[in-house]
């Protein structure tokens, strides 16, 4: 029921390892307290994880992903910065291997589009989360845009989202993720909705988004599905990766991605 359509290449994970608390979850950091026990799904190379057991010293963190590829990565991140009230296992968002009513905050970010069923996700982690005020987070793509004009920045975009909706996931879900919490039985009295962004401007913030972008397009699991898959030939990804070359170098280049959030309490 997963349809993620990369993998955890070098170019991926540096994506993934770049995410904090403050660029990635700031919406949630009015909530924490240091005693909390966290579930972070979908982990990856757990750079947001660990910075939930930063923010909770004496609680405990848990991170899961659905593969072990990124775990190892993770563990020796959190070994390297001295944290240790932080554990990290595969596990699937669909059918979590933990209890009834076990964590205070579950969270996802960039996860919920990645699958076939987010509703069934969403009642999974209300399943997880304790009674009378846990909370469950979630963070989804909902808009992107650029300056200026690059046709390459544009196939990117129409082959990531074709190849997204043909697996049978929901690219860029973020208006609707208030929807789907109601669906999945939380009240709507009890759903905060929110909208966070990022924004790519700066020569580093260029080269870091744009050579991340660029390096799935030239050699990642994205780019082998696209090809398997008859979503791009090999010129267009090429044309893609020379795209996001430009991006890098145009010092007026300017990428923003729109957010939207949910916390929703049980």
């Known amino acids: ?19 904090t608390l403050s660029n990635s979850v700031p919406y949630i950091l009015p909530y924490l307290k240091p005693n909390m026990t966290i579930l972070d ?17 004496s609680g405990h963190v848990t991170g899961v992903e659905y593969v ?34 076990t964590f205070d905050l579950v969270h996802v970010h960039q996860v919920l589009q990645h699958i ?5 996700a969403l009642r ?4 997880v989360a304790k009674p009378n005020g846990g909370i469950i987070a979630a963070r989804e793509s909902s ?26 996931g929901n690219p860029h879900p973020g208006s609707r993720i208030h929807v789907w919490a109601e669906e999945a039985g939380f009240v709507q009295e009890r759903i905060k909705k929110t909208a966070g962004s990022w924004c790519f401007s700066s020569p580093e913030e260029r080269r870091y988004w ?34 996001w070359e430009e991006f890098v170098e145009c010092e007026r280049a300017w ?6 959030e949910i916390v929703a309490w049980k």
Not at 41 to 57: K, N
């Open 41 to 57: 799904i979908g982990c990856g190379p757990g750079s947001i994880t660990i910075d939930f057991a930063r923010h909770v010293p």
């Open 116 to 120: 076939a069923d987010p509703v069934l």
């Open 1 to 19: 029921m997963t349809t993620y359509t990369t993998d955890h290449a070098p170019a991926v994970l540096q994506t993934h390892g770049w995410r």
């Open 124 to 127: 999974e982690m209300r399943r």
């Open 210 to 243: 744009g050579g991340s972008m660029a390096g799935r397009a030239a050699n990642s699991g994205f780019a082998t599905q696209a090809l398997e898959g008859g979503y791009a030939s090999k010129e267009q990804l090429e044309a893609v990766v020379r795209g």
């Open 68 to 101: 072990p590829d990124p775990l190892e990565q993770a563990r020796t991140l959190a070994s390297s910065q001295g944290i240790t009230n932080i554990t990290f296992q595969v596990a699937d968002i669909h059918a979590l291997p933990f209890p009834d009513d």
């Open 143 to 168: 808009a992107m845009t650029w300056y200026p004009e690059n046709k390459a920045i544009e196939l990117w975009l129409d082959i990531t989202t074709k190849m997204a909706r043909e697996k049978g």
């Open 255 to 260: 990428f923003g991605l729109l957010h939207g």
